[in-house]
Nanobody, 115 residues
C-alpha cells in the first residue's frame, strides 16, 4: 500500500502562484510514476501533470507552460508549482502514484483562484 498526503492548497487571486506538495509513504518500491489530477464540481477528474521515476513529464495542454511537476526521490515527494493561476484552475487537486499497475490517490487539496 502507498499513502499519499497533499499540502499547499489555498485561495489565491488570478495571476498568483501556489506550490503543492505530496509526500508518499508505505510500500514505495516499484512506484513508476507520480503526479497530479484535479476535479472541479460537476466535472470528471482530469490529468494535470505526471512525472516518471526517471523524470519524464507529461502535462495537460491547459497547464503547459504555467505548471511544473517535479519530484524528490530521496524524500519520496512530488511537487506541483503552479504559476499564472486562472479562475478555471479552481479544483480539488489529487496526488497520484502508480505502483505495480495499481493507482493510489491522496485525499485531495482545494485550490481556489479568484478573479
Amino acid at each position: 500500500q502507498v499513502q499519499l498526503v497533499e499540502s499547499g492548497g489555498g485561495l489565491v487571486q488570478a495571476g498568483e502562484s501556489l506550490r503543492l506538495s505530496c509526500a508518499a509513504s508505505g510500500s514505495l518500491l516499484g512506484i513508476v510514476a507520480m503526479g497530479w489530477y484535479r476535479q472541479a464540481p460537476g466535472k470528471q477528474r482530469e490529468l494535470v501533470a505526471t512525472i516518471s521515476y526517471g523524470g519524464s513529464t507529461n502535462y495537460a495542454a491547459s497547464v503547459k507552460g504555467r505548471f511544473t511537476v517535479s519530484r524528490d526521490n530521496g524524500k519520496n515527494t512530488v511537487y506541483l508549482q503552479m504559476n499564472s493561476l486562472k479562475p478555471e484552475d479552481t479544483s480539488v487537486y489529487y496526488c497520484y502514484a502508480q505502483r505495480l499497475k495499481t493507482d493510489y490517490w491522496g485525499q485531495g487539496t482545494q485550490v481556489t483562484v479568484s478573479s
